[in-house]
Antibody
């Protein structure tokens, strides 16, 4: 069974750094793109970027380029999303997802990030 | 702001048919890129409903169907049920700027 399990909720202050994770199981982690999607409170879905763990090829949405870093550790089948300096506007739910049949077919449960100023 | 526009809300009585439009442009849907649809129940992660314009993943009822024409796509729900009440998003690829996946603005379906 394909599963994506994300790390737990985080409460941070503005200016702090953060790295959240998404561990895959039930499939060959190095063979599929893993993406990250933001959902701000009460708002819609926004694609942030994705990574191919097999060769670490990474793509970013222009809206998020330079704002976050997406990485992966294929030895532990885990993808990461990180910030070097959080802002209050980073408060959101973050989902990871796996690309299949050119669509995001499998999703993690989400990681809620709350940033206080 | 998203480059794929959806109506904010649609509603229907149980058993009725509702449709949700997804309007794009020549750099995404009109360029031939596929459209996918997701259902997000309250407090839950999104779930793939339709892929490749009109294909249903295993387990998705045939009450859900998708179509695409020109620069737009549509999701139809027939035999509306109470547990269809959710947010629905279209998604495609946009080749403007450096190219990226894009989601629609989202549509809240209310079952009256």
């Amino acid at each position: 069974e394909v599963q994506l399990v994300q790390s737990g909720a985080e409460v941070k202050k503005s200016g702090e750094s953060l790295k959240i994770s998404c561990q895959g199981s039930g499939f060959s982690f190095t063979s599929y793109w893993i993406g990250w999607v933001r959902q701000m409170p009460g708002k819609g879905l926004e694609w942030m970027g994705s990574i191919f763990p097999g060769d670490s090829d990474t793509k970013y949405s222009p809206s998020f380029q330079g704002q976050v870093i997406i990485s992966a550790d294929k030895s532990i089948s885990t993808a990461y999303l990180q910030w070097s300096s959080l802002k209050a506007s980073d408060t959101a739910m973050y989902y990871c997802a796996r690309l299949t049949t050119r669509s995001w077919a499998y999703w993690g449960q989400g990681t809620r990030v709350t940033v206080s100023s | 702001q998203s480059v794929l526009t959806q109506p904010p809300s649609v509603s229907g009585a149980p058993g009725q048919r509702v449709t949700i439009s997804c309007t794009g442009s020549s750099s995404n849907i009109g360029a031939g890129f596929e459209v996918h649809w997701y259902q997000q129940l309250p407090g839950r992660a999104p779930k793939l409903l339709i892929f490749g314009n009109s294909n249903r993943p295993s387990g998705v009822p045939d009450r859900f169907s998708g179509s695409k024409s020109g620069t737009s796509a549509s999701l139809a729900i027939t035999g509306l049920q109470a547990d269809d009440e959710a947010d629905y998003y279209c998604q495609s690829y946009d080749n403007s700027l450096s190219g990226s996946d894009v989601f629609g603005t989202g549509t809240k379906v209310t079952v009256l």
